[in-house]
């Protein structure tokens, strides 16, 4: 059974930092892609930024050069680092894994950023 918990979030002034961790199990020895996507009150859910099975990794424009994502294989973890935080970075970040056509996700951690 996989499973994603999350740890890490809270409420931070804007410019400041926060560092989410994710913790995969269940999943076996195989790398498979991971990353976070987010959704903030009523706005569809967005792909903010992914780790391949190789280790490329993408992100949406709005966070290139503030957040950076990595991986701990021996750990089965992701982490993303996120400088620079802004208010419209608030929302419920949910870390996710991608098993052949499917995305297994975390519970979801809140991140406040007040102005």
């Known amino acids: 059974q996989v499973q994603l918990v999350e740890s890490g979030g809270g409420l931070v002034q804007a410019g400041g930092s926060l560092r989410l961790s994710c913790a995969a199990s269940g999943t076996g020895n195989t790398i498979y892609p991971m990353g976070w996507y987010r959704q903030a009150p009523g706005k569809q859910r967005e792909l903010v930024t992914s780790?391949?099975?190789?280790?490329?990794?993408n992100y949406v424009d709005s966070v290139k050069g503030r957040f950076t994502i990595s991986r701990d294989i021996t750990k089965n973890t992701v982490s993303l680092q996120m400088n620079s935080l802004k208010p419209e970075d608030t929302a419920v970040y949910y870390c996710?894994?991608?098993?052949?056509?499917?995305?297994?996700w975390g519970q979801g951690t809140q991140v406040t950023v007040s102005s």
């Open positions: 996710y894994v991608r098993i052949y056509l499917t995305n297994y």
């Open positions: 780790i391949s099975s190789g280790g490329s990794t």
